[in-house]
T-cell receptor
Framework: DAKTTQPPSMDCAEGRAANLPCNHS???????VYWYRQIHSQGPQYIIH???NNETNEMASLIITEDRKSSTLILPHATLRDTAVYYC????????????FGTGTRLQVFP | DVKVTQSSRYLVKRTGEKVFLECVQD?????MFWYRQDPGLGLRLIYF???????EKGDIPEGYSVSREKKERFSLILESASTNQTSMYLC?????????????FGSGTRLTVV
C-alpha cells in the first residue's frame, strides 16, 4: 500500500503558484520523498526528490517539514501544461526498494 | 534524449491469445519494471528485473510472465489473455548507480482484450 496521503484534486489559476501537499507520517529515516506527475495518456515523469532539506530544480521546489511527516510540492508559476496527476511517493535508498504509487492529486490549471 | 520505448501504443487482442508487450531502453539502465494502470487503482507493479535473466514478482504477477534476455529489453507476456487484463501497461527503467534520480517511464501500451 502507498504510504502517503494526498488530496484527490486541486485547482490553480495559470501564472499562480500551485502548492500540492502530501502527508507521510510513517516515513522512516532512510526514506526519500519523490514526486512524479502524469499528464494524460503519457507515462509518469520524475519531478524531484528529497530527504530532509528543501530542494529546487528547474521544474519545482520541494519543501519537507522538519519532522519529515509531510511535504509540499511547489510549481511556482503554473501553466496549462502543468495540468496532470501528481504523485507523492516515499521510497527507501536501496535499489531493491520499489516505487509504489498511490492515487495522487489531480491538478487542474485554468486560464 | 534518453528514452524508454514501448513497441505499441494500442493493441487489441482476443481472449486466450498469447500477448507480448515489448519495452526497450537506451540508457544502459540495469533495472526495468512493468506496471499496469487502471482507473481508481493507480499504478500497480507486475514484475521487475535488476539484471539480465533476473526477474522478481511485483504486487500483481498472476497471469503474467516476463523475459529479459538483453539488458535493454524487457518483455511482458500474457500467456492467455483475459478481459480483466484490459489495461494501460507502463514500462520503466532506472539506474543502479543513480537510484536516487528516479524512474524513466515509457508512454504506455493500451491493451484491450475482447
Amino acid at each position: 500500500d502507498a504510504k502517503t496521503t494526498q488530496p484527490p484534486s486541486m485547482d490553480c489559476a495559470e501564472g499562480r503558484a500551485a502548492n500540492l501537499p502530501c502527508n507521510h507520517s510513517t516515513i522512516s529515516g532512510n526514506e526519500y520523498v519523490y514526486w512524479y506527475r502524469q499528464i494524460h495518456s503519457q507515462g509518469p515523469q520524475y519531478i524531484i526528490h528529497g530527504l530532509k532539506n528543501n530542494e529546487t530544480n528547474e521544474m519545482a521546489s520541494l519543501i519537507i517539514t522538519e519532522d519529515r511527516k509531510s511535504s509540499t510540492l511547489i510549481l511556482p508559476h503554473a501553466t496549462l501544461r502543468d495540468t496532470a496527476v501528481y504523485y507523492c511517493i516515499v521510497r527507501g535508498l536501496y535499489n531493491t526498494d520499489k516505487l509504489i504509487f498511490g492515487t495522487g492529486t489531480r491538478l487542474q490549471v485554468f486560464p | 534524449d534518453v528514452k524508454v520505448t514501448q513497441s505499441s501504443r494500442y493493441l487489441v487482442k482476443r481472449t486466450g491469445e498469447k500477448v507480448f508487450l515489448e519495452c526497450v531502453q537506451d540508457m544502459d539502465h540495469e533495472n526495468m519494471f512493468w506496471y499496469r494502470q487502471d482507473p481508481g487503482l493507480g499504478l500497480r507493479l507486475i514484475y521487475f528485473s535488476y539484471d539480465v535473466k533476473m526477474k522478481e514478482k511485483g504486487d500483481i504477477p498472476e497471469g503474467y510472465s516476463v523475459s529479459r534476455e538483453k539488458k535493454e529489453r524487457f518483455s511482458l507476456i500474457l500467456e492467455s489473455a483475459s478481459t480483466n487484463q484490459t489495461s494501460m501497461y507502463l514500462c520503466a527503467s532506472s539506474s543502479l548507480d543513480r537510484v536516487y534520480y528516479g524512474y524513466t517511464f515509457g508512454s504506455g501500451t493500451r491493451l484491450t482484450v475482447v
